[in-house]
């Protein structure tokens, strides 16, 4: 089966732009987690979203939001972007909610602010 | 607040050689999982750990729970250089949230 999709792979923004990012869970999926990765900080949690409700956020600013639709997908959205948000963004699907079993995660979003 | 200690952040091992990496708690955990991730790849699961005392074995990984549930260790034998990658373990507190510690980077020396 096809696994998790993000999009788009690699993009490049300045600071003050706004981003979406996208994530296609493993069908049947419907928990879906995003991940913050840099090289100093590792891998962060953003939130979590499970059936269109956000289960648990991690400490980020409110710049940082995402949503979940019917259909499982989900974005997540950074708003007026600066130098230290460059990382790149890692969405996990799981069966159940996170903490019960096995993520599956994407292959990311690298995106890099100028 | 809720944080998994993980040790060493870097290794580096002539093939052949064991590896291990650790994770420590101050607080007890209701589970504990490891991951793998590729250079250049994104994390894969490895094994999830519940039970006190547990150990578990993939071919040349090993992987204990300690009995008080607050540590985690995973050991190779034997590196190859395909078990070249930074490995992470992801702590569940009891809040249905994975916190993953900071990762150990293993490099292998043919």
């Known amino acids: 089966k096809a696994g998790v999709t993000q999009t788009p792979r690699y993009l490049i923004k300045t600071r003050g732009q706004q981003v979406t990012l996208s994530c296609s869970p493993i069908?049947?999926?419907?928990?879906v987690s995003w991940y913050q990765q840099t090289p100093g900080q590792g891998l962060q949690f953003l939130f979590e979203?499970?059936?269109?409700?956000?289960?648990n956020k991690g400490n980020f600013p409110g710049r940082f939001s995402g949503r979940q639709f019917s259909n499982s997908r989900s974005e997540m959205n950074v708003s007026t972007l600066e130098l230290g948000d460059s990382a790149l963004y890692l969405c996990?699907?799981?069966?159940?909610?996170?903490?019960?079993?096995?993520?599956?995660f994407g292959e990311g979003s690298r995106l890099t602010v100028l | 607040g809720q944080q998994v200690m993980q040790i060493p952040q870097y290794q580096h091992v002539q093939e052949g050689e064991d590896f291990t990496t650790y994770c420590n708690s101050s607080t007890t955990l209701s589970n504990i999982q490891w991951y793998k991730q590729r250079p250049g790849g994104h994390p894969v699961f490895l094994i999830q750990l519940v039970k006190s005392g547990e150990v578990k074995k993939q071919k040349r990984l090993t992987f204990q729970f300690g009995e008080a549930k607050k540590n985690s260790s995973l050991h190779i034998t034997a590196t190859q250089t395909t078990d070249v990658g930074t490995y992470f373990c992801a702590a569940n507190f009891g809040n249905e949230k994975l916190t993953f510690g900071t990762g150990t980077r293993l490099t292998i020396i043919p």
């Open positions: 069908s049947g999926h419907r928990s």
């Open positions: 979203y499970f059936s269109e409700t956000q289960r």
């Open positions: 996990a699907s799981s069966l159940a909610a996170q903490g019960a079993g096995e993520l599956f």
